[in-house]
């Protein structure tokens, strides 16, 4: 087996309701599709490439069958055809207000979109929908309606006197049994507060060093300040970093940006106008972080309010951004890279810098990156009016492999800020890069397109002879290339088109004996001019009880032109989105999120049926079948960290997972996965059934 790509293996698609065939004769290898006793849908043959391809839409469970030339054979499910299929119609559902009463009416909208490059609307089709308390997982009421010539459908629904109180959801679709979209509303005793928090830095952003200042000031709903209010607070500290720089001894971690940790408390009173100002001092640290004030007012009959805000803290007046014309280059090409020096705020800042390129390189035995002894590149660059500075590194290189540019700059405090990329250089002498290659790595040079265009994908492995498959993937297979590896390193070139978008992935699958491997990267192309701008006008700033409020809406496109728009309008109390924020997601992000990849990979090794064996020994039976080979709660490590456990595998055959997670008792906490298979070579055997 050398896990070459197999021409002319024979390729069967069937659905896997069974249909069974008389036969008159003895059971054989399927060496004609035909025999099989199942449905066939399609067939055919593989070229070249040991790739089949074809275009094919059902409603219906499917699986593959590949037959190769000795009768070997491997079949594989295609999964459920309708698991994506939220992704194609979706159903935006929400209410006038985020929580109710028992007794209440719930007033609603449901909008049918369906994607045909962008959202539109779905017209005159029946929806089904339920409302369902969650907590319960209980359904209250079952209905359906047809949709307008909008796609949008509105209604009311009383909750019951004596409804339980919970989590609460508005579940639409296609047919009854398959509603998918949801919109969520609870159902709550209250009491609506009478007064609301506003807290407001003095600062829009502090470095190290200052005294950061924070005003909490707190009003009733109709105005008047909370003289002499109770105010408790807390400030938080959490840890920020370049998220587009990762090392790699972080590959295995996860990102610690959550992290927080609290600071400083106490208690103030507020004044006559219901302020209270709370001053921190915002340390010296040698990264940037994240300070949040949350503040408690309890007002004189015992009601509390917590409010939050968050302010950065930079170690210095700017911070440094690398980007990189692309994610990697190839030798002898340009290599532009970009660097910005920018307040927290995001504006410009003009600053001198210094830029230096060091070679990482692999130490296997230590099993560690260092940096090489002198810098490869070095300059002084400082940032114009806009705050970058463009720099052009050697376009030709003597080695290759993984560099660390770094950048370092001081700004009027003396405050030293550092920023740092890693970035990949190729050439013909990549196939000797001393680096800690995976089984399989797939990189693309740039994650973003603003328009049609190229994408260069490096593939990098351990395996210097292996064929990998690559696929551009998303509401289907676009392409497919099958390419072998001769080295580490491998690039290839794709054409991404417009009817790609919103985003598209790279995937890359290698076979290595009996192991599969597979990376993926996501490309966006965005789907152009999706907004809508909506604007209200009230005739008055201010109403009395009874008055009558004139509200004027206005619809523009992203140029500023009118458009015919459906729209909707709700007021209500704002002291409720205190008892519940509004949890309605932007309609934007909802219909024009990312996709996730239709195409499922399956994987099966090739089975081969042998006739005419001589006789054996008796052969093992297999009869301990479990889905949970192995489990302990307790496992305690000892000194030196370690901890060893053994159990006896069940006899089934298939790829085991081992999930570890743990903690310490200074809070710690973390986990792994990791996969193996029981296999053995298999024969086809007359035996009773295991059941």
């Known amino acids: 087996m050398n896990n070459a790509p197999l021409k002319g293996a024979k390729i069967a698609i069937f659905d896997t309701t069974p249909r069974t065939k008389k036969k008159r004769t003895s059971y054989k290898p399927p060496e004609r599709l035909e025999e099989l006793p199942v449905g066939i849908v399609v067939q055919g043959t593989t070229d070249e490439n040991g790739v089949y391809h074809k275009p094919l839409g059902s409603d219906k469970y499917l699986s593959a069958i590949a037959i190769a030339s000795d009768g070997s054979y491997a079949i594989c499910t295609t999964g459920s055809p309708m698991s994506f299929e939220r992704e194609q119609k979706k159903y935006f559902i929400y209410t006038d207000r985020p929580v109710y009463r028992a007794g209440d009416r719930v007033k609603y909208k449901i909008i049918a979109k369906n994607r045909e490059g962008r959202f539109v609307p779905v017209a005159g089709e029946k929806v089904f929908y339920a409302f369902v308390n969650r907590s319960l997982d209980r359904t ?302 797939l990189s693309v040079n740039t994650t973003e397109l603003a328009g049609p265009g190229r994408v260069t994908c490096l593939i990098k492995s351990r395996y210097t002879d292996a064929y990998v498959c690559l696929t551009l993937e998303g509401r289907d297979v676009y392409e497919s290339k099958v390419v072998k590896m001769t080295g580490n390193i491998m690039p290839v070139e794709f054409t991404i088109g417009p009817e790609l978008a919103p985003n598209l992935y790279v995937t890359a699958t290698m076979q290595r004996k009996r192991a599969l491997y597979t990376s993926t990267s996501m490309v966006s192309l965005p789907v152009r001019d999706t907004g809508l701008s909506i604007s209200i006008k009230t005739d008055r700033e201010k109403y009395g009880p009874g008055d009558t409020a004139q509200v004027i809406m206005k619809a523009v496109d992203g140029g500023g032109r009118p458009v015919k728009a459906d729209l909707s309008l709700a007021a209500v109390d704002e002291a409720l989105f205190q008892v519940r924020r509004d949890h309605t997601p932007p309609m934007k992000d909802y219909f024009y999120s990312k996709i996730s990849n239709w195409v499922l990979t399956s994987y099966s090794y090739p089975i081969t049926v042998l006739a005419g064996a001589a006789k054996n020994p008796a052969a093992m039976v297999r009869e301990k079948f479990e889905d949970t080979a192995f489990w302990r709660a307790r496992i305690r490590t000892g000194e030196d960290g370690v901890a060893r456990v053994d159990f006896k595998l069940p006899d089934n055959l298939t790829t085991w997972r081992l999930t570890g997670r743990g903690h310490d008792r200074e809070g710690r906490v973390g986990e792994k996965r990791s996969t193996f298979i029981v296999t053995q070579d298999l024969i086809a055997r007359i035996g009773r059934p295991r059941y």
């Open 140 to 441: 209250l009421e079952e209905r359906s309606t047809t949709l307008d010539d909008w796609g949008t459908a509105e209604g009311e629904m009383t909750i019951p006197a004596d409804a339980n109180l919970g989590t609460h959801e508005i579940m639409a679709g296609p047919t009854r049994k398959n509603l998918y979209g949801r919109g969520t509303f609870y159902v709550e005793q209250y009491r609506k507060p009478e007064f609301m928090i506003a807290i407001t830095p003095s600062r829009d952003y502090f470095i190290n060093g200052d005294t950061a200042e924070f005003k909490v000031e707190s009003k009733y709903f109709f105005g008047a300040p909370l003289n002499g209010a109770l105010v408790r607070y807390r400030f938080y500290e959490t840890r920020l970093r370049d998220s587009d720089t990762t090392y790699w001894w972080e590959e295995d971690y996860a990102d610690g940006s959550s992290y927080n940790r609290i600071i400083l408390d106490g208690e103030k009173y507020a004044d006559k106008d219901g302020i209270a100002v709370l001053r921190l001092h915002a340390g010296d640290f040698p990264y940037d972080r994240e300070i949040t004030c949350e503040a408690t007012v309890v007002d004189r009959s015992n009601v509390s309010i917590t409010s939050r805000m968050k302010v950065r803290v930079g170690r210095g007046e700017y911070y440094i951004k690398i980007s990189p014309a692309r994610n990697f280059f190839a030798g002898g090409e340009k290599k532009e890279v970009t660097i910005r020096a920018l307040t927290h705020t995001g504006k410009p800042y003009s600053a001198k810098l210094k830029v230096e390129m060091y070679r990482y390189i692999w130490k296997p035995w230590q099993r560690v990156y260092v940096h090489d002894s002198k810098p490869i590149f070095a300059g002084q660059f400082t940032t114009d009016s806009r705050g970058r500075a463009l720099v052009t590194l050697p376009k030709q290189f003597t080695m290759y492999g993984e560099f660390d540019l770094v950048v370092t700059g001081v700004d009027r405090k003396e405050n030293v800020i550092r920023g740092s990329r890693v970035i990949w250089v190729y050439g013909a002498a990549s196939e000797t890069v001393a680096s800690r290659f995976k089984n399989l790595e």
